[in-house]
């Protein structure tokens, strides 16, 4: 029998009595209320194909590959990017908060993790909930923030690949133009508003230059990632994660070298 189990007082939650696999329209209507309630949602002990966490992801929304080509993806699968640490061919940072993609017009709903190899007790992922980092924002800094817009950039993710060569990163030959949108972002499912700026990508407010922007995005994002609002997960091989990418930053720990290994598969719902 399907349970939810709450991880975290601000977000996440564990799903068990579930195979990704095999998933009946029941028990999917049950993990997508749960996703939308808990932003973060752990499946244990999975054992799903390619072709079956494409089909998974594609429940919510269309499977995308990476737009900017930024990872080797499964053979026959573009929609599946390959995460990778191993001797000899290091993973790429993630070390910094950010939310997937928000560079492109139109960013993704959902990105679902699934890992196959781990060095358990390295490598943990970090998640931050953005409607309640918008929830606890001072009033006067929710009114200076309503109606402003932020510029969303790529430029930093083909940095990593060119000085990360040798690692699992790509490179990027050119990137597309920035990406506009709001500062506050009302999900499209649930209506709830939810800060949209990260330190990755987001590079200024308009009106303003990168100088001027950068002490308020800094701001944002230590008020976002305080402890009470973040989410910690120690990776078990099985592990399905998936996130809401609307209203969820995330980061990832990178207190390993390529002696300990990792394999991790990743699709996008867009």
């Not at 939810?4 to 329209?25: F, K, M, W, Y």
């Not at 309640?132 to 006067?140: E, K, S, T, V």
């Not at 700026?197 to 200024?204: E, G, H, K, Q």
């Not at 944002?220 to 973040?230: D, G, I, Q, S």
Request: with cysteine; hydrophobic share 40%; glycine share 6%.
């Amino acid at each position: 029998m399907i349970e939810v189990r709450p991880l975290h007082t601000a977000l996440a939650a564990e799903i068990s009595g579930v195979s990704l696999g095999h998933l009946s329209e029941a028990d999917f209507a049950r993990v997508h209320a749960a996703f939308l309630e808990r932003l973060t949602i752990v499946f244990r002990e999975q054992k799903i194909t390619p072709a079956q966490q494409v089909a998974f992801t594609e429940r919510f929304g269309p499977a995308q590959p990476h737009p900017l080509g930024a990872r080797v993806h499964r053979q026959g699968f573009p929609q599946v990017l390959v995460l990778e640490n191993k001797p000899g061919r290091a993973g790429a940072r993630n070390d910094f908060w950010h939310s997937d993609i928000s560079f492109a017009a139109k960013p993704p709903q959902a990105s679902i993790l699934y890992a196959l190899r781990v060095t358990e007790g390295v490598g943990d992922t970090l998640f931050a909930n953005m409607y309640a980092a918008y929830d606890r924002l001072p009033a006067g800094m929710k009114a200076r923030l309503e109606g402003l817009s932020a510029f969303h950039s790529s430029e930093k993710l083909a940095e990593r690949a060119r000085q990360a060569a040798g690692s699992d990163a790509r490179p990027i030959d050119s990137i597309p133009r920035p990406a506009q949108h709001p500062v506050i972002r009302r999900h499209p499912e649930t209506g709830r508003p939810a800060l949209y700026v990260n330190p990755y990508f987001t590079t200024r407010f308009a009106g303003m230059n990168r100088e001027q922007s950068r002490p308020l995005i800094d701001d944002l994002t230590a008020r976002a990632t305080v402890a009470a609002n973040v989410y910690r997960h120690r990776w078990r091989a099985g592990d399905v994660v998936m996130w809401d990418n609307r209203c969820v930053m995330h980061y990832a720990e990178y207190d390993y070298d390529d002696s300990r290994p990792r394999l991790m598969n990743r699709t996008t719902a867009g």
